[in-house]
């Protein structure tokens, strides 16, 4: 089976495609079927040319220095937070018993004294 040669646009016409992509209100699927190229290809010129003239595309913001300082150190808080957690006692706390003395276990002998179930915290 033999291998199809890429085809080779010129300057112009890959100039004159993103420029039509831009202006053009039509899908920019439709725009490159009628150009008889792929959307991607449409796409990785425009990236080029913007490249080019120096403005970053839109798929590509450039984040400012401080912003990236506060997500390092949000990130580094996550991770403390997250070790807090990962080193906390697991399930429920066990339960204790308080026995309790008064009138009524004092009066009747024989009697077990009341016996509150209380939780205690960790």
């Given at each position: ?23 053009d209100g ?25 490249r080019e ?59 077990w004294p ?9």
């Open positions: 089976m033999e291998r199809k040669p890429y085809k080779r646009y010129t300057r112009e016409f890959k100039l004159e495609a993103v420029r039509l992509a831009a202006v039509r899908p920019k699927a439709q725009i490159a079927r009628q150009l008889g190229i792929r959307v991607n290809q449409l796409r990785k010129w425009r990236q080029e040319f913007e003239n120096g403005r970053p595309s839109a798929s590509s913001p450039r984040v400012a220095t401080d912003d990236v300082e506060q997500m390092r150190r949000e990130i580094a808080r996550l991770r403390i937070e997250n070790e807090i957690l990962k080193n906390r006692p697991r399930g429920l706390p066990r339960p204790i018993c308080v026995e309790t003395s008064g009138a009524y276990t004092e009066a009747t002998l024989g009697q009341l016996a509150f179930w209380r939780r205690m915290s960790p």
